[in-house]
C-alpha cells in the first residue's frame, strides 16, 4: 500500500522552534503505525487514533496544543472522515485537513472538500508522496500569506474590513474571523485579479485543484461564507460580486 524513501530533510518548525504537531486519524494499524514513523522521521511530533469520535475529541473538546495538521481517513469507525471535517469546521476549528480517500472517487473528493478538506489523498499511497503533501500544505499557509507571483500582499481593506492573509483573518468592525486555507486561496484568486471576472473554472483548478468541469457547489458555500464577513448585506454584495453565467468578480 506504501511505499518508503529516505533522504528527507527534518520537518520545518515555526515560531520559537516549536515542532509541528499532526494528528493520524486512520483505523488500520498497519498504516496508522507506518504514517506515524515516517512522521517522527521528518520531525513532526504525531498523534494517532483509530475512530471519529476520538478524533473529535483532539479537534473539538481537547484542551491540549492545537494541532497544525490532520491526516483523516475518509472511512472510520464510529463517525465518517466527512463527519468529522464538517464538526470540525462548525466548531471553529482551521486547522489543514488532509484527507484520505479508499478510491479516486470524484464525488467522495468534492464532498470532502465541500465538508472542509484541504486537500486529499488517494489509497494506495506511497509515503514519499504522502509526506510531500504534508510538507506542501504546511507551506501554503505561509505561501498564501507573504507571496502571490513574489509580490506580498499581507492585509487588503475592503469596507470596514481588512482581510489579514498573513494572519488568515479577516478583521471586522464586530469581531476577528479566521479563515480555513481554501477561504483564504479563494479570496486570494479574486483580490489578486481584482475588477476581472475570474471563471468558476479556473477557480475549482487554481484554488481546489478540480477540473475546471467539476459538477460541485463548493465555490458558492465558500462565497456565502465568504459575503458574510465581508458584506454588509450578503443579500446585495457590494465587494464579492456574482457574474451571471461565469463566476464572480472582487471589487472593494
Known amino acids: 500500500m506504501m511505499g518508503s524513501e529516505n533522504g528527507f530533510a527534518p520537518a520545518p518548525v515555526e515560531g520559537r522552534n516549536r515542532v509541528q504537531r499532526i494528528l493520524v486519524v486512520e483505523d488500520e ?43 483523516l481517513d475518509l472511512m ?13 469546521r462548525a466548531a471553529g476549528n482551521y486547522v489543514t485537513i488532509l ?3 479508499a478510491k479516486d472517487d470524484p464525488a ?11 486537500d486529499y489523498l488517494t489509497k494506495p499511497f506511497r509515503l514519499d508522496e ?37 494572519r488568515f483573518s479577516i478583521e471586522t468592525p464586530d469581531d476577528t474571523v479566521m479563515l480555513t486555507t481554501r477561504e483564504v486561496g479563494l479570496l486570494r484568486a479574486l483580490v489578486d485579479r481584482e475588477g476581472e471576472t475570474v471563471t468558476r473554472g479556473e477557480l475549482l483548478q487554481e484554488v481546489w485543484g478540480l477540473r475546471p ?8 458555500s465558500f462565497i456565502v461564507r465568504l ?6 448585506d450578503p443579500s446585495d454584495p457590494e465587494h464579492i460580486v456574482s457574474v451571471r453565467g461565469r463566476g464572480y468578480r472582487f471589487e472593494r
Open 130 to 166: 504522502l509526506l510531500a503533501r504534508v510538507r506542501g500544505l504546511l507551506r501554503r499557509r505561509r505561501w498564501h500569506g507573504v507571496a502571490s507571483q513574489n509580490e506580498p500582499l499581507p492585509e487588503v481593506h475592503v469596507g470596514g474590513s481588512v482581510i489579514h492573509f498573513d
Open 29 to 71: 494499524e498497519h498504516i496508522a503505525d507506518g504514517v506515524r514513523f515516517n512522521l517522527e522521521q521528518e520531525g513532526y511530533e504525531v498523534e494517532v487514533v483509530g475512530d471519529g469520535r476520538s478524533a473529535i475529541g483532539q479537534l473539538v473538546h481537547s484542551e491540549g496544543a492545537p494541532f497544525d495538521l490532520v491526516i
Open 227 to 232: 459575503r458574510k464577513y465581508l458584506e454588509r
Open 213 to 220: 468541469d467539476t459538477k460541485t457547489r463548493v465555490i458558492d
Open 99 to 101: 484527507m484520505l480517500t
Open 76 to 88: 472510520l469507525p464510529e463517525m465518517s472522515g466527512f463527519e468529522v471535517a464538517r464538526r470540525t
Open 108 to 118: 467522495d473528493i468534492v464532498r470532502g472538500l465541500e465538508e472542509g478538506a484541504d
